[in-house]
């Protein structure tokens, strides 16, 4: 089965800089895009960047600025996505997912990370 290790969450002041991790194990050949979501106490949850598991293309919404970068992470199944001029709405957790196809909606996703909570507070 599908297994993942998210990490690299915490406590970062406004204007600084942060990237998540996630690397996945198991039987992914049919999943093409792994995405990243956040979801902020009270708010909906929402998509913030795709890549193609081969590390050639990405997709973001216009919400993250041009803030977000998402990449493959080496040779391993994984992939980072750094976040610059962290703003205090960006507080929420943040989770990776595997889907088969392209999506903005978490529902197209198969399979999620636990989670990592980034918190931007001064």
């Known amino acids: 089965q599908v297994r993942f290790v998210e990490s690299g969450g915490g406590l970062v002041q406004p204007g600084g800089s942060l990237t998540v991790s996630c690397k996945v194990s198991?039987?992914?050949?049919?999943?093409?895009?792994m995405g990243w979501f956040r979801q902020a106490p009270g708010k909906e949850r929402e998509f913030v960047a795709g890549i193609n598991l081969n590390g050639f293309s990405t997709l973001y919404p216009d919400s993250v600025r041009g803030r977000f970068t998402a990449s493959r992470e080496g040779s391993m199944n994984a992939a980072d996505l750094k976040i610059e001029s962290l703003l205090p709405e960006d507080t929420g957790v943040y989770y990776c997912a595997l889907g088969r196809l392209w999506s903005r909606d978490g529902n197209d996703y198969d399979y999620w990370g636990q989670g990592t909570q980034v918190t931007v507070s001064s």
């Open positions: 198991g039987r992914t050949s049919n999943y093409r895009v």
